[in-house]
């Protein structure tokens, strides 16, 4: 018997976690794993809800959650490498131009 | 105090350690591993919910796929030996205390206009079952089969936009 409250409290620690490691760390790929951290925070309230509630429509977004998140890391990851590859450097302070 | 309980205050510290160190560290791979961590406690908070499916898919997901992805680019790039750039003077604290008054404010709207009293209760020995399997797999290919075409659309995007990305043009020195 857990009150709902704990766990949406559990969620927003740790999405307060991943805001500040998305405002104060320096490497993308840091900051991607916090995006993945707040992603995660959102799923479990929406899985905490669909239980409390007895219905599965919350687990249901979830698994879309998860696909979405996959596909962003795909494409994230990938754009990070291009953008080693053509800069020879990913701190972000760098990345202030489109063009090489 | 019952069981319940106990299991989830130990998972939840485990949890957040883990966040705070995958924050804090430098070392990116060890970011990543920590961050595993986090995965696998929050994959026991959903087998606590009663949300097996969405556990497994959490572990196999995230912790499997993804975070390799992760590792793999993180020695790939050679990141956890770049330098450390200069960090700001204020930007350390003032996303402490960003991240704190969110946290604190959100608590504050919960308990202030949220008063509830919705309990989770030990799920029923029922939905550990394949039950619960089939219910979720009627809702997700009956009612949510149009947003499940597009994810596997928006999946296929995903994978033709990076192998585009990072496929070298013609010409380019290797």
Known sequence: ?100 | MNTELIVFLVLSLVAIVTAIVMLLHRNPVYSALFLVLNFIAVAVFYLLLGAPFIAMAQITVYAGAIMVLFLFVIMLLGAERLPDAKVLRLQRPLAYGLAIVLAAETIYLLFTKAGSNLVVTTPDASLNTMESLREIAMELFNRFLLPFEVTSILLLVAMIGAIVLSKREKGEPK
Do not use: C, H
Not at chain 1, 30 to 59: D, H, P, R, T, W
Not at chain 1, 76 to 89: C, D, N, P, Q, Y
């Open chain 1, 1 to 100: 018997m857990v009150p709902i409250e704990y766990y949406i409290i559990l969620s927003v620690i740790l999405f307060s976690i991943g805001v500040a490691g998305v405002v104060f760390r320096r490497n993308p790929l840091v900051i991607f794993m916090s995006i993945e951290l707040m992603l995660n925070a959102a799923n479990l309230a929406f899985v905490a809800f669909s239980s409390v509630l007895k219905s599965f429509e919350g687990q249901i977004f979830v698994f879309f959650v998860i696909a979405v998140a996959a596909a962003e890391v795909a494409v994230g990851l990938a754009l990070i490498v291009e953008i080693f590859k053509s800069k020879r450097t990913i701190d972000v302070d760098q990345l202030n131009s489109m063009k090489e």
